[in-house]
């Protein structure tokens, strides 16, 4: 294997042990206790908004694990049957195997988490469009855009959670002092956030440099089958360094995929408010209690960040792919 390579190999496994060293820390300085009361906290929000989502958010993770975890597989296969016999092969085999796993299990922890909320900030706005239909309209009623299967509201897992509940407890939350508590469960709810951001940070961040060290050696794997001598790089290996780019475009593009979905309900929940607010006729005390929440949540937005350094979302993929491009084609030039 070329020197630039083994390079890029061994910063990669030096990327994926610090980052196995962070979460070992951040385990050691917040503890159980911690742990338990951020699970806790959700019990308390649950109390609040019903657990109507609750399989559907075990299918959506079930669902990304698996993804994930089947693409590491046929790439352990590749990985083993590519290395050649011997001691330190193997132990090489060992340590790039351990790799990966410590980087999808980040990923997919952090996806479960992220789930969790975008659910909940989906609960919430079920509660809010119930109540919508509660209410009388103040003027003439074009059409209902919350109710309306074909408007952007709508939603098949919603149909789905509003069948799990019983049809007396559906409109349960249309009252007033049922109302106040969404203000709190925002709260509870930013309150997760920070944890998760706190939490998984710096693993995110050092976890988004491995994958981009991956891409980049898995560029120049393919630059050099085709452009340079075949023989160079085993062909199981070549084949196993390219499904290592699946494999980290997979974990960047779900975890950023399912962090919009988050901020779109968090958007869809302040759309809904002002629906009301606009086009429902309410008392003073409701359309205040609501004017708070929708204040609350435009003021104090769920965001997902890496250490703070940036924000998981669509520009953050942008930015991803913009640095693999560039590379390419400097690559190219220095053929």
């Not at 629906?275 to 004017?291: F, G, N, P, W, Y």
């Amino acid at each position: 294997m070329p020197i630039a390579m083994r390079f890029f190999v061994t910063l990669t496994w030096v990327a994926s042990f610090i980052n196995y060293i962070v979460g070992l820390s951040y385990v050691f300085r917040f503890g159980q206790n911690i742990t338990l009361n951020y699970f806790k906290m959700y019990a308390q929000i649950d109390k609040i908004i019903g657990t109507s989502y609750t399989k559907i958010v075990k299918a959506k993770i079930i669902k990304s694990s698996v993804l994930i975890i089947s693409i590491s597989y046929v790439l352990f296969i590749l990985l083993f049957f590519g290395e050649p016999a011997g001691v330190f092969s193997k132990m090489s085999f060992t340590i790039k195997s351990t790799t990966y796993i410590l980087s999808n299990l980040n990923v997919i922890e952090m996806i479960a988490n992220i789930i969790q909320i975008e659910y909940r900030i989906k609960a919430m706005s079920d509660i809010l469009q119930d109540l919508f239909h509660c209410f009388n309209n103040n003027k003439a009623k074009v059409i209902d855009v919350v109710g309306e299967k074909n408007w952007f509201y709508y939603s098949k897992d919603r149909e789905i959670a509003r069948r799990e509940l019983s049809p007396s407890k559906i409109l349960v939350y249309n009252h007033f002092s049922d109302l106040i508590w969404l203000n709190k469960c925002y709260s509870l709810l930013i309150e997760q956030n920070s944890f998760i951001n706190r939490v998984y940070g710096i693993r995110i961040l050092t976890n988004n440099t491995f994958n981009l060290l991956f891409v980049i050696l898995a560029i120049n794997s393919s630059v050099r089958l085709f452009y340079l001598k075949v023989n160079e790089l085993p062909l199981l290996n070549m084949i196993a360094t390219l499904l290592s780019t699946v494999n980290s475009a997979v974990c960047v593009v779900c975890l950023v995929y399912r962090c919009e979905k988050t901020y779109k309900q968090r958007i869809e929940l302040i759309s809904i408010v002002d629906h009301i607010l606009v086009e429902k006729e309410i008392d003073e005390s409701m359309r205040s209690t609501l004017a708070e929440l929708r204040t609350l949540v435009h003021t104090r937005p769920i965001e997902f960040t890496a250490a703070n350094f940036y924000r998981l979302d669509y520009g953050f993929l942008g930015a991803f792919s913009s640095v693999i491009i560039t590379y390419t084609v400097i690559l190219l030039q220095n053929l």
